[in-house]
Nanobody, 115 residues
C-alpha cells in the first residue's frame, strides 16, 4: 500500500503563486517517476509535470515557463511551484508515482485561482 501526504492547495488570486508538495515512502520514491496531474470540473485529467528519479523533467505546454517541478531525494518529496496562476489553472491537483509496480495516486488537493 502506497500513501501520499499532499499539501499546499488553496485559494490564490490571478497572477499569484502557490507551491504544492507530496511526500511518500522512501521505498516508493527512490524508484519512481513522480508527477502532478490535474482535473478541472467537466474536463479529463491531464499531466501537469513529471520528474524522473534521475531529474529529467517534462511539462505540459500550458504550464511550461510558469510551473517548476522538483524533487528532494532526502525528504522523499516532490514539489510543484506554480507562478503566474490563471483561472484556467483551477483544478484538483493529484500526486502520482509510477514505477515497476504500477501507478499510484494521492488524494488530491484543490487549487482555486480567483479574484
Amino acid at each position: 500500500q502506497v500513501q501520499f501526504v499532499e499539501s499546499g492547495g488553496g485559494l490564490v488570486q490571478p497572477g499569484g503563486s502557490l507551491s504544492l508538495s507530496c511526500a511518500t515512502s522512501r521505498g516508493i520514491f527512490i524508484i519512481s517517476t513522480m508527477a502532478w496531474y490535474r482535473q478541472a470540473p467537466g474536463k479529463q485529467r491531464e499531466l501537469v509535470a513529471s520528474i524522473t528519479n534521475s531529474g529529467t523533467t517534462n511539462y505540459a505546454d500550458s504550464t511550461k515557463g510558469r510551473f517548476t517541478i522538483s524533487r528532494d531525494n532526502a525528504k522523499n518529496t516532490v514539489y510543484l511551484r506554480m507562478n503566474s496562476l490563471q483561472p484556467d489553472d483551477t483544478a484538483v491537483y493529484s500526486c502520482n508515482a509510477r514505477n515497476v509496480r504500477g501507478d499510484f495516486w494521492g488524494q488530491g488537493t484543490q487549487v482555486t485561482v480567483s479574484s
